[in-house]
Each structure stands twice: as structure tokens, then as C-alpha cells.
């Protein structure tokens, strides 16, 4: 069953921070985030194991409530370069082989 | 060098006509899948292959049929294809324990 993901869109200024939510009827394994810019393919930006676990690089960080089966994502002061849709993907076993079921997205505008 | 490379990169052909999309990855992952985005930028799973082996079929018609000569190879093969099968494509690869999925740059595939 598909994430939901919130909200469906945002306009932001430069330097506003954005949180996008997913959350999971279902017990998750893991959750992925990937950021796709238009015209390109979806990239990774992070995994989320434990729940509870929380990961950041640069300033995009993520935490993952597996009690919840929700995972958010936080952009602090976002840059031109963060626009784009975000992704998250939920794995609810082991192994990857199974493939990530993915939320329809959260799209991201960020105006100077 | 290119992770994941999908060819071709635009395809477009006529209603009942057989097509085929190649994918490689030079990443040494053992599991590569299929997923297709449509209009709205939803991403669905079709197929997930681990060394070769057919994990995931998604409901997918059968006019679909991926093909993993090797585990580094995952091609897909389209018959009598439909207008409602435009689409864009993307292959992609994982290995577990790893960081994410790697996508290719996708196969826009218009039926006209």
C-alpha cells in the first residue's frame, strides 16, 4: 500500500526551512528519500532503518518514527538547488528485493 | 562513467508495435528493478529481479516481459503496445545494505 505523503506542494523563499511528512499503514522496514528535478531521474538522499533514527547531510535531515510508521523530512534554510519533487519510499521487509513502494510526492518550489 | 544506463532515451512508436528497453549497471548490485512514472509523476514498481531471479511481478499486463540475461543486465520488452503505456520508464539498482537505489535516466516512451 502506498505512503501518503504532505503536503502535495510547497512555495518557499530562499532560506525558509520546509518539513514533508510520509506516513505508512503499514510497518515499515525502512524509508528512503530521493529528490527528482524535472526532467531527470529520482536521486537518493537518504535511509532510515531504526526506528527512531534520525540522519541528516549538509542540511536535509530525516527521522524515522517506527512506532508511528512515519518518517519526515526537514530542509533548513532551503537553497534554489532544493526545488524540485520529493519522494519517499517505504521498504516493509528486509532483504530490498522486494522494491520500495514510493509516495506520490511533494513538490518543492523554492523562489529567490 | 555512467552508474545505471538505460537506452534508449526517447522512444516513440506506434499503437501495436513491439519495443524494447535495454538497462545495465556497472555498480556490481545484485538487484535491479523496473518502475514506471506516469503523468502524475506516480512511481510504480513493476518487476524486481535479485541475480537474475524474478522476485517481484507487480500487476503489470503480460504484454510486459523483463529479460536479465545477467545480473548486471535487466532489459524489458513491451508487445502490442497501447496508448496508455506512454510513460517514463526508469531502471534501477540496489544492493542490500547499501545506500538507496540507483535510477537510470529513464526511457520516455510515447504510443502514438
Known amino acids: 500500500q502506498q505512503p501518503v505523503q504532505s503536503p502535495q506542494a510547497v512555495i518557499l523563499r530562499e532560506g525558509e526551512d520546509a518539513v514533508i511528512n510520509c506516513s505508512s499503514s503499514?510497518?515499515?522496514?525502512?524509508v528512503h528519500w530521493y529528490r527528482q528535478k524535472h526532467g531527470e531521474a529520482p536521486v537518493f538522499l537518504m535511509i532510515?532503518?531504526?526506528?527512531?533514527e534520525q540522519k541528516g547531510h549538509d542540511k536535509i535531515s530525516a527521522s524515522f518514527n517506527e512506532k508511528k510508521q512515519q518518517s519526515s523530512l526537514y530542509l533548513t534554510a532551503s537553497q534554489l538547488s532544493y526545488s524540485g519533487t520529493y519522494f519517499c519510499?517505504?521498504?516493509?521487509?528486509?532483504?530490498?528485493?522486494?522494491?520500495?513502494?514510493f509516495g506520490k510526492g511533494t513538490h518543492l518550489i523554492i523562489q529567490p | 562513467d555512467t552508474a545505471v544506463s538505460q537506452t534508449p532515451k526517447y522512444l516513440v512508436t506506434q499503437m501495436g508495435n513491439d519495443k524494447s528497453i535495454k538497462c545495465e549497471q556497472n555498480?556490481?548490485?545484485?538487484?535491479m528493478y523496473w518502475y514506471k512514472q506516469d503523468s502524475k509523476k506516480f512511481l510504480k514498481i513493476m518487476f524486481s529481479?535479485?541475480?537474475?531471479?524474478?522476485?517481484i511481478n507487480e500487476t503489470v499486463p503480460n504484454r510486459f516481459s523483463p529479460k536479465s540475461p545477467d545480473k548486471a543486465h535487466l532489459n524489458l520488452h513491451i508487445n502490442s503496445l497501447e496508448l496508455g503505456d506512454s510513460a517514463v520508464y526508469f531502471c534501477?539498482?540496489?544492493?542490500?545494505?547499501?545506500?538507496?537505489?540507483?535510477f537510470g535516466s529513464g526511457t520516455r516512451l510515447t504510443v502514438v
Open positions: 534501477a539498482s540496489s544492493q542490500e545494505g547499501g545506500n538507496g537505489y540507483t
Open positions: 503499514k510497518a515499515l522496514y525502512s
Open positions: 532510515l532503518l531504526k526506528g527512531g
Open positions: 519510499g517505504a521498504e516493509d521487509s528486509g532483504g530490498g528485493a522486494d522494491g520500495l513502494t
Open positions: 555498480l556490481g548490485h545484485d538487484t
Open positions: 529481479y535479485n541475480n537474475k531471479e524474478l522476485i
